[in-house]
């Protein structure tokens, strides 16, 4: 009788800590989704290569997180529940690349529309200053061929 409460005690205790491993993942989880959308919201804010080297720094923080916790059912019993939470990982791992690969796409993008904003309004700059300077030329010839005109005339009347 002993050795089976033992053995329903023993089964409980792994059990309970598999439980809590799971809220520990979901936790985790939750809070890797918190990091993210908080860092997207940066990146969009600030655009720069220093906020994405920021997230790979998260990134390692949280993967090591993710591992410190796995080891304590690493220590339990290979179970269900261990086996969900290994694939849990894997997703986690899966989506924060795609993430990282979309943060990386997004800055690019905002860069090279950046530069493609700037680019166009230098080229209009430059059209509007041509074209200016095109006016100028055409109004200083236009009064200099007016007072050739006035000079001839008048030389022809004084004749």
């Not at 009788?1 to 792994?14: G, L, Q, R, W, Y």
């Not at 010839?141 to 007072?147: E, K």
């Amino acid at each position: 009788m002993k050795k089976e409460n033992i053995n329903v005690h023993m089964s409980n205790i792994s059990s309970s800590i598999n439980i809590i491993d799971s809220i520990i993942i979901i936790i985790i989880i939750i809070i890797i989704i918190i990091i993210i959308i908080i860092n997207i919201f940066i990146n969009i804010i600030i655009i720069s290569s220093s906020s994405s080297s920021n997230m790979t720094i998260i990134i390692i923080i949280i993967i090591i997180i993710i591992i410190t916790t796995n080891i304590t059912s690493i220590k339990t019993i290979i179970s269900i529940v261990n086996i969900i939470v290994i694939i849990n990982i894997i997703i986690i791992f899966v989506i924060i690349i795609i993430i990282i690969i979309i943060n990386i796409i997004i800055i690019n993008a905002i860069i090279i529309f950046v530069i493609i904003v700037v680019i166009i309004i230098i080229i209009i700059i430059v059209i509007t200053a041509i074209t200016i300077i095109n006016i100028i030329i055409i109004v200083i010839i236009i009064i200099s061929i007016n007072n050739n005109i006035k000079n001839i005339t008048i030389k022809r009347a004084l004749e």
